[in-house]
């Protein structure tokens, strides 16, 4: 592995976040030391996960390698395309504006909203009793 020709990012989405290696290769795509076929079975996350190497037309000129941790599927596939966003950029600043277009530079803010005391959840009051 060169240095010089490793693009490294960090991505994040509501508690995951993933470091995100890019390296000039074949396309093969690696999640914490598994191919991604088999870490995110559903065909959608994949293409969710690679939508910025598509859109660039990069899906077989890099080799991907993410260490992903936190959230859940949908957040982690968020973190990861985030993440090869940012490493994207790096390699190739010019493609910045292309992937701002898409709306994948900026992190997605959305969060879990915490529970407040003397309710139920987040914004779900407990039902009021008159008598």
Do not use: C
Not at 18 to 38: I, Q
Not at 67 to 75: E, L, M, N, R, S
Request: charged fraction near 30%; aromatic fraction near 8%; hydrophobic fraction near 35%.
């Amino acid at each position: 592995m060169q240095k010089e020709k490793t693009y490294y990012a960090t991505g994040r989405r509501k508690t995951a976040i993933a470091r995100t290696w890019l390296m000039p290769g074949t396309g093969k795509v690696v999640v914490n030391d598994r191919p991604a076929e088999v870490y995110f079975p559903t065909e959608s996350s994949k293409t969710v996960m690679l939508q910025p190497l598509t859109l660039t037309n990069l899906i077989g000129s890099f080799d991907v390698k993410v260490t992903v941790k936190g959230g859940g599927i949908a957040g982690q596939v968020g973190a990861i395309r985030h993440g090869i966003t940012r490493a994207l950029i790096l390699a190739d600043p010019e493609l910045r504006s292309v992937l701002k277009k898409a709306g994948f530079v900026r992190r997605d803010p959305r969060i879990k909203e915490r529970k407040k005391y003397g309710q139920r959840s987040a914004r779900a009051r407990f039902q009021f009793s008159k008598r």
